[in-house]
């Protein structure tokens, strides 16, 4: 009985313990009609997003108001890597199945 009573005891307490906690999720609005597939935030401030349409977008104050930037054609941004605030890579494609390229920019 003592033996129940502590394996209960101690399943109720790790049940307790292991509850997950789940964090809580800001949206953000931008001014871009498209869809956006990658992002990459650089500092708390500075944000990168891209997606459909060869959108890109920068926001400088931590995602309340967004710049489009563009990359130069309409190829999906597909991933985003920025090392700080002005020197990055991106992923672009013209589409789901079709080969992509990397592009790179040293001033953001």
């Known amino acids: 009985m003592k033996r129940n009573f ?27 009609a498209y869809h956006h597939y990658a992002v990459d935030a650089v500092s708390a401030n500075v944000i990168y997003a891209g997606g ?18 563009g990359i130069g054609s309409t190829d999906w941004v597909n991933a985003i890597h920025f090392e700080d605030e002005l020197t990055g890579w991106i992923v672009a494609c013209p589409g789901n ?12």
Do not use: C, E, M
């Open 97 to 108: 199945t079709d080969p992509g390229d990397i592009l790179k920019t040293t001033d953001g």
């Open 52 to 69: 459909y349409g060869g959108s890109f977008l920068k926001s400088a104050d931590g995602g309340d108001t967004w710049d489009l930037l």
């Open 6 to 32: 502590t394996t209960n005891l101690f399943s109720i307490a790790l049940s307790i313990i292991t509850i997950p906690v789940f964090g809580q999720w800001d949206s953000f609005t931008t001014n871009s």
